[in-house]
């Protein structure tokens, strides 16, 4: 009786080789990925966050610009200044822009965006440098 002994291709870590989805493509992928490392960008994930870098670098486009009433204050920047702040306490800009390898041209507007929203306030130093300051909301409790 004869056993057929179905082989299946696999690659170093013994996962069974797949061939890319796109179309006229016959490359393997790794790690059971839909997609050969020349065409990853068809992978959605993928596709997002390359749109992602796009938008960013569109925000600080804007910034350089100084068009900081339109900067996005919630957006990655803006969030990331604030956190730094939040969890290192006051910095200057130019401390912030080494901290957060960021240029001055893009993070001083978005410290102006974040003040006129009232998220941070800055004070001059005794050597008149800029320090930025978290602005603490307190929620008020009414009725406990
Ligand atoms: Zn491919």
């Not at 179309?23 to 992928?29: D, E, F, Q, V």
């Not at 893009?106 to 003040?115: C, G, N, R, S």
Request: net charge positive; glycine share 6%; charged share 25%.
């Amino acid at each position: 009786m004869a056993v057929m002994v179905r082989r299946v291709a696999r690659g170093k870590d013994g996962i069974p080789t797949r061939h890319c989805d796109l179309a006229g493509c016959y490359n393997h992928t790794h790690g059971r990925k839909p997609y050969c490392t020349k065409h990853v960008f068809s992978m959605p994930y993928v596709q997002k966050l390359n749109q992602e870098i796009v938008d960013q670098e569109a925000e600080w486009d804007r910034a350089r610009h100084r068009a900081y009433p339109v900067l996005d204050v919630g957006g990655v920047t803006a969030q990331e200044i604030l956190m730094h702040v939040k969890l290192y306490g006051p910095r200057s800009v130019l401390r912030l822009c080494k901290d957060l390898n960021l240029e001055r041209a893009v993070v001083e507007p978005y410290i102006k965006a974040l003040q006129r929203k009232g998220h941070v306030r800055v004070s001059l130093n005794k050597r008149y440098v800029p320090i930025v300051h978290l602005v603490v909301h307190r929620q008020t409790r009414r009725g406990a």
